[in-house]
């Protein structure tokens, strides 16, 4: 152990033990108790199935699936949205990185678009946290950032449905996408961090569409399927 890890020791960001390889942000146990969803290209992703028929994407994938069991990745998924630790993208991201590089050989983007926020939730947050994500994702993995091409002119009002598949829907003219000709023959990918109804990846898939866009695909990095909701990592 060097002198600095024994003056100042490294905490791992979910059990707050001391860890010994300053360059990680998560214990070994941790890490490997975080449940990645593997990807299998001949199958279709469960929150692919969670959103159709209403919008039809050519293809969503999201390699953290959030469960009563996975109480650390929501500890994790707090540190970025909700506690400024802008870090906690590339920890997030390093871990995925095999299931990701799969996802992104199998597939061919020609631009990353995050999900934007409310600029008033963006200065209160300070950032946004889908912009972080697909900022790493974009580095990462070389393709075009778009971060202008979506934006959220109003704050998102959220209407109850009485529908078995999507329990909430956006206000329409929320999102607002500005998309020159030439873009609209690009295939997209919508990037957010996390994803429970979908009801924010159609709105924004729909003010893409209207503009007409041609092909959208969904990246999510985490995915709470409707029957697991957990309140605390609840969006709509
Ligand atoms: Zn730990």
């Given at each position: 152990?060097?002198?600095?890890?024994?003056?100042?020791?490294?905490?791992?960001?979910?059990?707050?033990?001391?860890?010994?390889?300053?360059?990680?942000?998560?214990?070994?146990?941790?890490?490997?108790?975080?449940?990645?969803?593997?990807?299998?290209?001949?199958?279709?992703?469960?929150?692919?199935?969670?959103?159709?028929?209403?919008?039809?994407?050519?293809?969503?994938?999201?390699?953290?699936?959030?469960?009563?069991?996975?109480?650390?990745?929501?500890?994790?998924?707090?540190?970025?949205?909700?506690?400024?630790?802008?870090?906690?993208?590339?920890?997030?991201?390093?871990?995925?990185?095999?299931?990701?590089?799969?996802?992104?050989?199998?597939?061919?983007?020609?631009?990353?678009?995050?999900?934007?926020?409310?600029?008033?939730?963006?200065?209160?947050?300070?950032?946004?946290?889908?912009?972080?994500?697909?900022?790493?994702?974009?580095?990462?993995?070389?393709?075009?950032?778009?971060?202008?091409?979506?934006?959220?002119?109003?704050?998102?009002?959220?209407?109850?449905?009485?529908?078995?598949?999507?329990?909430?829907?956006?206000?329409?003219?929320?999102?607002?996408?500005?998309?020159?000709?030439?873009?609209?023959?690009?295939?997209?990918?919508?990037?957010?961090?996390?994803?429970?109804?979908?009801?924010?990846?159609?709105?924004?898939?729909?003010?893409?569409?209207?503009q007409g866009v041609e092909k959208v695909s969904f990246l999510s990095l985490f995915f709470t399927p409707l029957e697991y909701e957990v309140k605390a990592t609840r969006d709509p």
């Amino acid at each position: 152990m060097g002198l600095a890890a024994l003056f100042f020791p490294k905490h791992c960001m979910i059990c707050e033990h001391i860890i010994e390889h300053r360059s990680s942000h998560l214990c070994v146990s941790c890490a490997s108790s975080l449940y990645l969803s593997t990807y299998e290209y001949n199958r279709i992703h469960p929150m692919h199935l969670q959103f159709a028929p209403q919008v039809v994407l050519e293809v969503a994938y999201s390699p953290f699936i959030n469960s009563p069991y996975a109480a650390q990745l929501i500890q994790v998924l707090h540190a970025l949205k909700y506690k400024k630790q802008l870090f906690a993208a590339k920890v997030l991201c390093a871990l995925a990185s095999p299931q990701l590089s799969a996802f992104f050989e199998r597939h061919n983007f020609d631009i990353i678009v995050p999900v934007p926020s409310h600029f008033l939730k963006k200065i209160k947050r300070g950032y946004n946290p889908a912009e972080v994500l697909a900022h790493e994702i974009a580095k990462e993995q070389g393709i075009a950032l778009g971060a202008k091409l979506l934006s959220q002119p109003k704050r998102k009002a959220i209407q109850a449905l009485n529908n078995k598949h999507q329990r909430t829907n956006i206000q329409p003219g929320t999102f607002r996408a500005k998309i020159s000709q030439k873009q609209k023959k690009l295939h997209i990918l919508l990037i957010d961090d996390v994803c429970t109804t979908g009801a924010t990846m159609a709105a924004c898939y729909w003010a893409l569409k209207k503009q007409g866009v041609e092909k959208v695909s969904f990246l999510s990095l985490f995915f709470t399927p409707l029957e697991y909701e957990v309140k605390a990592t609840r969006d709509p």
